[in-house]
């Protein structure tokens, strides 16, 4: 059975700092392409990078490029995204995601809500 | 970037309606659109991908339809477990971006 686990969120001051987790078991990891999504309480879905399965290929949105990275470890079979100089409209849930070869995600962690305030 | 616009938003139907939500990609996007459901409090789960394929156990009720910049997500009738809110992805160029969700609710 595919899983997906986030953890690392938490209450982080403007200007802070936070790696996300993500585990994933159930299947072989490396093979996938892998997402972070991230959803604003009651709002609506903004994709937020994306990277390859040997780590070596990023994508990032606009927004967060230059203060976001996304990594992973293969042999840990975990994703990450490091998320600094946090402001407050990075409130959210972040979801990871798995791609199913065709760019879209198949399975979704519970996400795992990062609250930016002072 | 590329912006996608759904409607309508939100759409009222009841219980065995058909329902169609529509999705506008600001330039061409060939095939490369996502259609995903999100309950309150869950994560998304993915519907239709390349514009009209079924996602492995979705019911059949769901289908995509579309290429270029115009896509539809239908559902021939529905149920009460429907009753969610749908966003369309496209995945043709990063930043993959997602439309705005159509609330579907009672009507």
């Known amino acids: 059975e595919v899983q997906l686990v986030e953890s690392g969120g938490g209450l982080v001051q403007p200007g802070g700092s936070l790696r996300l987790s993500c585990e994933a078991s159930?299947?072989?990891?490396?093979?996938?392409?892998m997402h972070w999504v991230r959803q604003t309480p009651g709002k609506g879905l903004m994709w937020v990078a994306r990277l390859n399965g040997d780590g070596s290929i990023t994508n990032y949105a606009d927004s967060v490029k230059g203060r976001f990275t996304i990594s992973r470890d293969n042999a840990k079979n975990t994703l990450y995204l490091e998320i600094n100089s946090l402001r407050v409209d990075d409130t959210a849930v972040y979801y990871c995601?798995?791609?199913?070869?065709?760019?879209?995600?198949?399975?979704w962690g519970q996400g795992t809500l990062v609250t930016v305030s002072s | 970037d590329i912006q996608m616009t759904q409607s309508p938003s939100p759409l009222s139907a009841s219980v065995g309606d058909r329902v169609t939500i529509s999705c506008r990609a600001s330039q061409s996007i060939s095939t490369y659109l996502s259609w995903y459901q999100q309950k309150p409090g869950k994560a998304p789960t993915l519907l239709i991908y390349l514009a009209s394929s079924l996602q492995s156990g979705v019911p059949a009720r769901f289908s995509g339809g579309g290429s270029g910049t115009d896509f539809t997500l239908t559902i021939s009738s529905l149920h009460p477990e429907d009753f969610a809110t749908y966003y369309c992805?496209?995945?043709?160029?990063?930043?993959?971006?997602f439309g705005q969700g159509t609330k579907l609710d009672f009507k």
């Open positions: 159930g299947f072989t990891f490396s093979r996938h392409w």
């Open positions: 992805q496209q995945s043709f160029s990063a930043p993959y971006s």
């Open positions: 995601a798995r791609d199913n070869f065709y760019d879209s995600g198949d399975f």
